[in-house]
């Protein structure tokens, strides 16, 4: 059994999970390799992974594990937090719940009884197909304390007690990032902290803000609506109301994204003579990550 293996007995299974290479492993026993096939064939294509179920090898569009990586540390400065008995915490468009997967895999191989208090971690996301790849993979880990909220982070306006919010992946999607990171805020309780990702353009030589609203498009991608330099976006958290803003970091990010079925991968959607561009001619975006607190 690898050394960083979770076993954990069910009334039926012995299950462990673990990482191998990118990918992260459920094996069951017994295992059950046809019926996860079975499972899987009627889920869609999985955006976020890869998994590696019963030997079944379910590839995705992103490789996960690389931004998993870049979050990792930020959690670690974050454990206190995460160790209080009755911890909140929110994944918002967290697609099928990788994110939330990782971190309490993460925190039981810290501490196997961590997922016996009170804590919950919900994952918020409109989507169909991703609710139901969450409820596969939480009926496989079903001492997780998760939960799924069919829903957009529009409905975080009823929540305002969590105690960590994530939000990868989704502000550049949205006409009015302004009132979404007012309702991020809202969401939280006094003190709360917010771990951010999005879209970043290069700033200029000149340091003034700026950020850019694509045309049409945006590296091969519709609804981008709002691309902000790091100093805009710093800006506009804290213009929202947002406390100890602080840049964690900056990625290319290039090769997460890679061809998965119809999906190109993100290189693909750069300019083929120069990668600084995308292939709309526009600034090729990176991936900043931001710590705030309420």
């Not at 930020?74 to 990788?98: K, T, W």
């Not at 895999?105 to 804590?119: F, S």
Request: charged content about 25%; overall charge negative.
């Amino acid at each position: 059994m690898p050394l960083d293996s979770h076993p954990v007995r069910n009334a039926v299974l012995l299950m462990r999970t673990y990482m191998q290479d990118d990918c992260f492993v459920i094996e069951r026993d017994p295992p059950d390799a046809a019926g996860v096939r079975s499972v899987v064939t009627t889920l869609g294509p999985f955006r976020k992974g890869p998994f590696l179920i019963d030997g079944v090898f379910i590839d995705s569009h992103w490789n996960s594990d690389l931004k998993w990586k870049v979050l990792l540390p930020m959690l670690e400065d974050l454990l206190p937090i995460l160790r209080e008995s009755r911890v909140r915490l929110a994944d918002v468009g967290s697609n099928n719940g990788y994110y939330l997967f990782r971190l309490v895999d993460w925190m039981l191989g810290l501490d196997p009884t961590w997922a016996e208090g009170d804590r919950l971690c919900t994952a918020f996301d409109p989507v169909a197909d991703f609710e139901a790849q969450f409820r596969f993979l939480h009926g496989l880990l079903p001492h997780y304390p998760l939960r799924f909220e069919r829903a957009g982070w529009q409905s975080l306006s009823e929540h305002d007690a969590f105690d960590i919010v994530l939000c990868m992946g989704v502000l550049y999607h949205h006409t009015d990032p302004a009132e979404m990171l007012r309702t991020l805020r809202s969401s939280l309780r006094k003190g709360g902290r917010l771990i951010l990702e999005t879209m970043v353009v290069p700033s200029r030589e000149d340091g003034v803000p700026y950020a850019i609203v694509p045309p049409g498009r945006y590296a091969g991608a519709k609804g981008i609506w709002f691309v902000p330099d790091v100093h805009a976006l710093l800006a506009l958290m804290r213009r929202t109301g947002w406390q100890k803003v602080e840049l964690a970091s900056v990625r290319s990010a290039i090769d997460e994204q890679k061809r998965f079925g119809d999906f190109p991968s993100f290189r693909e959607m750069l300019d083929e003579n120069d990668i600084t561009r995308t292939i709309e001619g526009l600034p090729a975006p990176q991936r900043a990550f931001v710590i705030a607190q309420k």
